[in-house]
C-alpha cells in the first residue's frame, strides 16, 4: 500500500513550526505564546502568596492551570464559557490534565506558600492546543520562577528538570507526529504525551476514535512522541536561553 | 531487593474477586451491580427515544453515561455535587471516558433514533470505580439491547464486540493488576485501560504520581491490563449468559 | 358500596413488608438499607466534628439530611440533579422535612460541636420514598451515635426516643395505609405522617389531590398511620437489636 | 395554671386585622394587597395564553405560584435570592404550597391552554406570610378569571369554590389561630392549614418546634383553623363584592 | 413644525407629580416609597456591621445597592430573577449605578466599619424607575444615617450634601423631562442624569436610540435635567423635613 | 496654577499611539487587533445564518457583542469568569455598551436574518479597554459585512457610516483625553463617548469619581471627545483602505 499523504504534506514524524515567544504581554510574572503551526496559546504564569485551603499552613506551595478557548478561536465560534456559566467537560480535563503535567517538574516545598496559576488562553485553535499548552506554560513557570529567585524571594530552585507535551496519532493508518485539525478530526487514534527531559513518561492519554489500536501501534506512537518532545524540549531551553 | 507485599496480599497480578449481579434494579432496561472486591458500582442503562440535538434527524442513535458518587462512599463524606450546584472535573472526566468506552463497540446507526444512558453511580468506593463503572456498564448496556432486540424494535444488534477495563499502576517498584484504595493512593503510576474482545486499547491513560514512567514499565503495565481485561471480559460474558 | 381492592391486594391497614439492614456500606458512621417493599433507599450517617456557621461557637451539634434519587430510581429515567446543577424543589422538601423530624429526638446540647449528616439515596422508587427515608435514617442515626458513645467521643446519649414515619392515604375512597407508586399516582388524599415512640406527632403533612378531605376521613388516616408508625418503631428497635 | 397570655395581647381565637385590597398595581390581571396584621403580601395575577411544555397540546391550562420576600421585609435583612442565584428550599415549598392550593379550585379544562401566575411578594413579614399569601392570592386569580369571562376569551367558569388558609400554633401550651412572628419564634407546633368554601381540607401541615403534639392537641388546632378559614373566606368574599 | 404632544398632555419641562413616603415598611432602618407618577419604587435602607472583604480592617463603611423588578410591576410579566438563577445585565448595571450615586455624598471614614444596603424594588413601573430609586433611596440613606447619629453609633454626620436623579430624552424631536413608558419606548435619545445639591453632575448616561443626538440637543437635555433635579432636591428636603 | 503633568508626558488633548491590525486570526469573519497604547484587544466578529428567538421570522437581523477580559491581562491575576460561573456587572455593562454602539451604525433588515457577534477578548489592558474595543469591533464588523457583501449573500450594505469611542477625563484638574491606567485609577471623572462620523453622540457615559463636575467641565470633556473620536474614525479607515 502506498504511503498515504498528510494534509499538510509534512512526513510521518515531522512536527509543525514551533515558535515560543516570551514576554508577550507585560504584567505577568511569566508570558509565552507558543505556536504549534497555527496553534496559538497564550500562556500566563501569575504569582500569589497565597495556597488553596488544603494546603494552608503546611509549608507547601500550589501550582494549577486555567484553560480557556477564545469564543473564535475555532472554525465556527462556539458558546463562550463565561457566559453559558460554566466550563464544560474538556476544559475541565484540559486544564487539570496542564496542571498535573507542570506539578511534575516542580518541587513544591521549596517555592514556600505560593500559587502559580498558568492560564493558557487559545487564541487560535488548528489541532493540539492542550500540548501546546503544556509546552508554553512550562516556559512561562520557568520565567515565574526565576523571577522569584532573582527578587531572592525563594533561595533554592523549586523547578527539576522540564515538560513538554505532543499529540501523536494513527492517520489513514500512518502513526504520524503533531496532528493538526485536518488529521484530528479525521484519525483513528488520538495520543497526548507528556514527557520530561530526562525521557520519563509524565502523561499517556490515548483513544480509539474508529478502531482499536494494537500494541504494536501503541509503540510506534510512542516512538514518535519520545522524538517530538525531544525537539520541543530543545526549543523551550533555546527559547529560555534567548 | 525484596518484593515488596501488596497491602492486601494480593500477588502482583491477581485482581480483587469480581462479581456482576444483574437485574439489581427493577424498573431500568438494564441494571447491574458490579463489584471489584469493595468497590461497588450500580450501573443502570435507560433507553429513550430522542437523540442530543447534534445528532436530530441524522438516523443514528448515542450512548452516553453520567458518573456519580455517593457522598459517603468514601471513607470520609465528600460535597453532594447536587447541592453545590455543579458536578466536579473528575466527575465529568470519567463519565466521558465511559461513555467513549462504550460508544467503541455499539453500531449507532444500528441503534436507529435512541439515547442509551448509562448511569454509574457509586454506592461503596475502593479504588478502580472508573474500571468497574465501565466493565459493569457494558453489561447493563447488552441487557438494554437484547430488550431492544426482544422486542423487535432493533433488527440488527448494534454491539460489536465488548469492552472491559481495569487500572494498572507501580506500587512500591512493583508493577500491579487492579489497584485498591489503599495502593491508590500511595502509587507512583496510575494507569487506567480499556480493551475489547478483540485484545485492541480503547483507551490508555496513565498519570505519573511520583517520578516519571519508563517505557519497559509501561509495557509490563499493559502487559497485566491486558491479562486483567481478559479476566473481566471472561466474566462479563458468564454474567450474560447466567 | 363494595370494598375497592388495592393494586397490591393488601388489605387497608396492611404495610408492605418492611426489611432494615444495618451496616450495609463499610464507610459510613452508620448505614442502613431500607426497604418498604419495591421501595429501597440507603441511609448513611456521616459523623463530622464541625458545625454550620450558624451554631459555630454555642456548644451545640447539628442533624441534616440530603435526600437524592437515581436517575433510574423511578419508572422513567428523570434528570440527575448534579448535571442539571440544582435540586428540586421536591428534594430540598424532602430533605428538609427528614432533617427536622430527626432533630426531633436530638439533644444537640449533649452531641457536643458536630454535625452528623444523613444522606438518603433512593435506589429504587415505588412509593414512600421520604417515610422510608426517616424511618431508615433514623436507625443510622443511632448507630452513628452509639459509635460516639462507644469511643467515649460523647458521654451522654443526646438521642430521646425514636422516630419513624409512614404515608396514608385516600385510594377509591377507602383509607388505606402505606402507598405504594400505583396507589400513590391515583389517590384523592396523600398524607406523610411523623410519630415518636411516645405516641406523639412529629409532623403531619397532608394534601388533597382530588377532593378535599373531611374531618373525619383525616381521622381515619391518622389512626391508620399511628398503627402504621407503632410497627416500624417495633422493626427499628428490632434491627438495632439485632 | 393560668391561661398565658399572647403577645399581641389577642385571645386565643382571634385573628389579627385581616384587609384585602384589589387593583393595588395597574398592570396585573389582578393585583391585591392582603394584609393579616403586620404582615403584607403583594399578590399579581398574571395571565399568559401559553402552557408549560409537559401540558402543550392537551387543552388544559396551568396555575402556578412564585413567592418572594423583599430582602427587608424581616427584622434582619436577608440576602436577596436574586443575587445568591438560587431560591431558597423555603421559598420553593413555600410557592408549590401556594399553586396546589390555589389549583384545588380551578377546572383546568374550563381554563383552556392558558397559564396563571402568582406572583406573592411579601412587602412586609410579620408571621403567617405562606397563609396570608394563598388567602390573598385567591382574590387576585378570582379577579383574572372575571377578566377573562368579561372579555368572553372563556366561556364557562373554572373557579369552583374557594381557599383560604391560616397559621394555627401552640404558644405556651395554649392552642392560638394566626401566629404573628413573635408567637411563631417561640411556639411549640406550628401548623399551616388549607380549607377550601366548603369545609373540606386542602392541605394540613404541621410540624412540632419543641415537644410533639398529641391527637387532642391536633384536634384543638383543626377547629380553630376551621373558624379562621371561615372568617377569610367570607373577607374574600366582602372584598371581591366590593 | 408644530410642537408634538407629550403622550400625557404634560409640558416638555414639567414633571410627573413626585411623592416620598418615609416608614412605608417597619424593619427597615430606612424605607420610602417614592413615585415619579405611576412609577413607584420600594426604596429600603439596612444598617450592618460589617464591610465587604476588601474594605476589611480599613476603618471605612460600604454603601451599596441592590435593585428588582417584582415580576408583574411591568405590562406583561418578565421572568423572576430568582427563579432564573442570575439577575440580568440590566439589573447589575442599574444597581451598579444607584450605589455609585448614593456613595458620592457620603464620607465613608465618618460611617466607620459598616455597610448600608439600599434595596430598590419596583411595584409598578412605568418609566424612570432607576432615577425614582436613586431619588428615594438617598431619602432612606439619609433616615437610616440619622438613626445611627441619634443612637450615637457615629458621631459626625458621614453624608455632605445631597443626590437625585432624572431622566431626559428627545421624544419626536422635542427635549422633555422625566420620560414615562409611553414616550421611553418611542424616544430617540433617553438620558439618565444624577446630580448633587451643589449642582454639580454625578452621573451623565446617554444613550441615542434612534439618531445619534448633536451638541445642542444634549445641552438642551441637560438644562431640563438641571431643573428636574432642583425640583427633586427639594421634593427630598420637604419630605425629611416631614 | 501650573499645569499637571500627565504620567505618560503626554499633552492634554494627545491620544496613545493606536493601531488597527486586521486578519489577526484566521478563522473570523473580521479580525481585528486593536491597540490604544499598551492596552490590547481582540476583536473578532462572526458571522452566524441564525437570530435570537425575539427576532425569528421577522426578517432582520442581530448584532450584539460579548466582552471578556484574560485573566491576567492586569497588574495583578482576577478570576476567570467561566470558572467562577458567571460573568460580572461590568463584563455585562460594557458588552451591552459595544453591542447598542454597533447596532447605531447598521440597518439591521438589509443584513436580513443573521446575526454579527463582536467577541471582544482584552489580552493586555492599560485602560480604555471599552472604547478600544468598540472602535476595533467597528473594523471587524466592516470585514464581515465586506465579506457578505463580496460573497454576494446580501445585496445592500447594511453598514450606515461608522462609531468609534474614547475615554476623557479630568485628572487632577486638567480635562485630558484617553486615559491610561495610571490615570484612570487616581481621575475625579471619568467618561467614555461614543460618536458617529457625522459627529453626532451614540453614548455619553460620565461618571464623577472624586467630586461631582460642573457644566463648563463637561463641556471640555465633550470637546476633548470630538477630536479623539475624530482620529481614531480616521484610523479606522486608515486600516480598511489597507
Known amino acids: 500500500m502506498e504511503n498515504p499523504t498528510r494534509p499538510s504534506g509534512r512526513s510521518a514524524n515531522a512536527m509543525r513550526p514551533v515558535s515560543i515567544t516570551r514576554r508577550f504581554t507585560r504584567h505577568a510574572e511569566g508570558s509565552v505564546l507558543v505556536c504549534f ?6 500562556c500566563n504564569a501569575s504569582v ?4 488553596p485551603g488544603f494546603l494552608r499552613g503546611k509549608g507547601e506551595g500550589w501550582v ?3 484553560y480557556g478557548m477564545l469564543p473564535r478561536a475555532t472554525h465556527t465560534r462556539s458558546d463562550r464559557e463565561a457566559a453559558r456559566g460554566k466550563q464544560g467537560g474538556r476544559t475541565l480535563e484540559i486544564q487539570r490534565l496542564i496542571g498535573r503535567a507542570l506539578r511534575a ?3 513544591r516545598t521549596a ?19 492542550r500540548t ?6 512550562y516556559v512561562a513557570l520557568a520565567d515565574a520562577i526565576q523571577g522569584l529567585l532573582d527578587a531572592k524571594a525563594i533561595l533554592r530552585n523549586p523547578l527539576h528538570g522540564a515538560v513538554a ?18 488529521e484530528d ?34 509503540n510506534a506512537l510512542l516512538s514518535l512522541a519520545e522524538q517530538g518532545c525531544r525537539e520541543l524540549l530543545a526549543a523551550q531551553q533555546a527559547a529560555l536561553a534567548g
Do not use: K, W
Not at 132 to 137: D, L, Q
Not at 194 to 212: K, L, R, S, Y
Open 105 to 107: 517538574c516542580v518541587d
Open 165 to 182: 507535551a505532543v499529540s501523536v496519532g494513527i492517520y489513514r493508518g500512518m502513526p504520524v507526529l503533531d496532528l493538526d485539525y485536518a
Open 64 to 66: 494549577t492551570a486555567e
Open 37 to 42: 503551526g497555527d496553534t496559538q496559546v497564550l
Open 185 to 218: 478530526s479525521d484519525c483513528d487514534t488520538d495520543m497526548n504525551i507528556v514527557m520530561n527531559d530526562g525521557g520519563g513518561f509524565i502523561e499517556v492519554q490515548g483513544t480509539a476514535e474508529g478502531h482499536a489500536f494494537r500494541r504494536d501501534e501503541l
Open 48 to 51: 500569589e502568596n497565597r495556597v
Open 132 to 137: 501546546a499548552a503544556i509546552t508554553g506554560a
Open 111 to 129: 517555592l514556600g506558600e505560593r500559587t502559580i496559576t498558568l492560564d493558557c488562553d487559545v487564541l487560535q485553535a488548528d489541532g493540539g492546543t
